[in-house]
């Protein structure tokens, strides 16, 4: 899907940059909390005693491995649901939109880094990101527009 033209600078100036991209970093900072515990969620230990597995049991009647992977699973379905609005949302913008969010969002890049990628001028990359973040913020109703708390 093609996206729409990015914001003018007259558009973007309806809004309130600073609270609108601190909005869409409050809805993006529990994704990167549940990738990082994905990631971190480790099995349990293979050398138990039998006399511990049978403790265990009998108090809880899950496994501490059964434990271990309906914690897993439950945190890649909510990764997987974020993921699934993030990309329907980046779906509905420009190409340069969407590298310069991702690049900023999921690799960690500065506006310098993604004046290489994007090969454009710093003014211009400054452009991109804020149509991207204010249009994202359009998409989940966060954007705060001048005067507005």
Do not use: W
């Amino acid at each position: 899907m093609i996206g729409f033209k990015r914001l003018s600078s007259e558009a973007i100036s309806k809004y309130n940059y600073v609270a609108t991209k601190k909005n869409v970093d409050r809805f993006m900072d529990p994704l990167y909390e549940l990738v990082f515990k994905y990631k971190n969620i480790s099995p349990p230990s293979i050398g138990m005693r039998i006399r511990e597995v049978n403790i265990q049991h009998i108090n809880n009647p899950l496994s501490p491995v059964e434990n271990y992977v309906i914690k897993k699973i439950d945190t890649e379905e909510q990764v997987k649901e974020y993921y699934e609005i993030i990309q329907t949302i980046l779906k509905n913008l420009r190409e340069d939109e969407q590298i310069c969010f991702k690049s900023i969002y999921f690799d960690g890049l500065t506006e310098s880094d993604c004046c290489e990628v994007l090969n454009v001028t710093i003014n211009t990359i400054s452009a991109i990101r804020k149509s991207a973040t204010i249009k994202f913020a359009l998409a989940l109703d966060i954007a705060v527009l001048k005067g507005e708390k």
